[in-house]
């Protein structure tokens, strides 16, 4: 059987009618920027997260450089995030102009650790970046306690939880602001890239709007140095049509994973995702941990099983971080996951028997 980590095809296949009509129509009338499938897709996808504004912008990566350089940044100003996340949520702290502070993460639910947080603080700390990894919200009660304290603002990293709920709160509606990615392989993934920015602040949302085009709203008229940032009318599009069929993606996810966690539970040298209390994630990824992960990989990738690590070099350990100068052993909790997570398939279409045969293999790989 050969069943890959994540396919996309299934869901673009049965969607392609509808996309392709709505993209007939847009290449007809050719209005490829702007228009009403941006303003519609805005509207949805705010809706969807519980938000007053949501801005379509040209990735997850602008999206986040897009809100944090609206909340404006002074040289030395410090932003807290994880240091097991996408390098995305961090390098764009520097390219807004501040620094990036590091910190581990919960050894159960792998979001960023809030007692680390309280650690970090500094009388240059101005917010924090906490990511909803995996598809599990981080721990927003705790953050949001530490933010109100020392007056920092908190911009979520949402590209891996849309819709996840935490205490009957969607992701991206707690912080001043948040950041989806609709990279294909997101829960929510466009043809090709795009990403949003929510927040309830009109003027937040007004300064994100400038800013994704020139810094102009008006045309030939430039209120600040801006970017090229939109997200173009075919994408918009797309993403309207596979918006509406979101949530029950997102429950086949849960499905799936409540059918994983059943399969391998008690198996010895299998460590199972955690869910901490009053979270609904949406299980963007199911990630175990294993000794000998690699070798693991390998005897799966044998049988025809795709796997991924999600992420094998904490960020503080990337070449791209080597001027911060944070050795080896700094991040107990997060160099510990990254020899040993391991990313099993996960999409909304796989099948019982698909599950049932990743579990075979993993528990006779492990076993061994
Ligand atoms: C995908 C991702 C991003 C970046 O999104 P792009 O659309 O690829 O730019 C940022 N943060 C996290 C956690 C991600 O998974």
């Given at each position: 059987?050969?069943?890959?980590?994540?396919?996309?095809?299934?869901?673009n296949?049965?969607?392609?009618?509808?996309?392709?009509s709505?993209?007939?129509?847009?290449?007809?009338?050719?209005?490829?920027?702007?228009?009403?499938?941006?303003?519609g897709?805005?509207?949805?996808?705010?809706?969807?997260?519980?938000?007053r504004?949501?801005?379509a912008?040209?990735?997850?990566?602008?999206?986040l450089?897009?809100?944090?350089?609206?909340?404006?940044?002074?040289?030395?100003?410090?932003?807290?995030?994880p240091?097991?996340?996408?390098?995305?949520?961090s390098?764009?702290?520097?390219?807004?102009?501040?620094?990036?502070v590091?910190?581990?993460?919960d050894?159960?639910?792998?979001?960023?650790?809030?007692?680390?947080?309280v650690?970090?603080?500094t009388?240059?700390?101005?917010?924090?970046?906490?990511?909803?990894?995996?598809?599990?919200?981080?721990?927003m009660?705790?953050?949001?306690?530490i933010?109100?304290?020392?007056?920092l603002?908190?911009?979520?990293?949402?590209?891996?939880?849309?819709?996840?709920?935490?205490?009957?709160?969607?992701a991206?509606?707690?912080?001043?602001?948040?950041?989806?990615s609709?990279?294909?392989?997101?829960?929510?993934?466009?043809?090709?890239?795009?990403?949003?920015?929510?927040?309830?602040d009109?003027?937040?949302?007004?300064?994100?709007?400038t800013?994704?085009?020139?810094?102009?709203?008006?045309?030939?008229?430039?209120d600040?140095e801006?970017?090229?940032?939109?997200?173009?009318?075919?994408?918009?599009?797309?993403?309207?049509?596979?918006?509406?069929?979101?949530?029950?993606?997102?429950?086949?996810?849960?499905?799936?994973?409540?059918?994983?966690i059943?399969?391998?539970?008690?198996?010895?040298?299998?460590?199972?995702?955690?869910?901490?209390?009053?979270?609904?994630p949406?299980?963007?990824?199911?990630?175990?941990?294993v000794?000998?992960?690699?070798?693991?990989?390998?005897?799966?990738?044998?049988?025809?099983?795709?796997?991924?690590?999600?992420?094998?070099?904490?960020?503080h350990?990337q070449?791209?971080?080597?001027?911060?100068?944070?050795p080896?052993?700094?991040f107990p909790?997060?160099?510990?996951?990254?020899?040993?997570?391991?990313s099993?398939?996960?999409?909304?279409?796989l099948?019982?028997?698909?599950?049932?045969?990743?579990c075979?293999?993993?528990?006779?790989?492990?076993?061994?």
């Amino acid at each position: 059987m050969e069943i890959p980590v994540v396919d996309l095809k299934a869901q673009n296949c049965a969607l392609a009618s509808e996309i392709l009509s709505l993209w007939e129509q847009i290449l007809r009338s050719a209005r490829f920027i702007g228009g009403e499938h941006i303003d519609g897709f805005e509207r949805e996808f705010a809706d969807a997260c519980g938000t007053r504004h949501a801005v379509a912008v040209s990735s997850g990566t602008s999206a986040l450089l897009l809100a944090l350089e609206a909340l404006g940044l002074e040289p030395g100003d410090e932003v807290i995030t994880p240091v097991n996340t996408f390098i995305a949520t961090s390098e764009v702290i520097a390219k807004a102009g501040g620094r990036v502070v590091f910190v581990d993460i919960d050894a159960r639910t792998y979001t960023i650790d809030p007692t680390k947080i309280v650690a970090a603080v500094t009388p240059r700390t101005k917010g924090i970046v906490p990511v909803h990894l995996y598809g599990q919200m981080a721990d927003m009660a705790a953050i949001a306690a530490i933010a109100e304290k020392h007056h920092l603002w908190v911009v979520e990293d949402a590209a891996q939880a849309h819709l996840a709920e935490y205490k009957g709160r969607k992701a991206g509606s707690i912080g001043i602001a948040a950041a989806f990615s609709f990279y294909p392989a997101k829960n929510l993934g466009a043809c090709g890239d795009a990403g949003a920015v929510t927040t309830d602040d009109a003027a937040l949302a007004a300064r994100v709007r400038t800013l994704r085009q020139h810094g102009s709203l008006r045309k030939y008229y430039h209120d600040f140095e801006g970017y090229n940032a939109r997200c173009d009318a075919l994408q918009a599009a797309a993403l309207r049509v596979k918006l509406a069929h979101l949530a029950e993606w997102n429950e086949a996810r849960r499905r799936h994973a409540q059918r994983y966690i059943e399969l391998l539970a008690g198996t010895d040298g299998i460590v199972l995702p955690a869910v901490a209390d009053g979270n609904l994630p949406v299980w963007h990824l199911f990630v175990v941990q294993v000794e000998q992960r690699d070798k693991i990989a390998n005897a799966l990738a044998e049988n025809g099983i795709g796997t991924m690590m999600h992420y094998p070099v904490p960020l503080h350990l990337q070449k791209a971080y080597a001027h911060l100068e944070i050795p080896e052993g700094t991040f107990p909790v997060a160099e510990a996951c990254a020899k040993r997570v391991l990313s099993l398939p996960m999409f909304p279409e796989l099948t019982e028997a698909q599950i049932a045969y990743v579990c075979e293999n993993l528990k006779a790989v492990v076993a061994h």
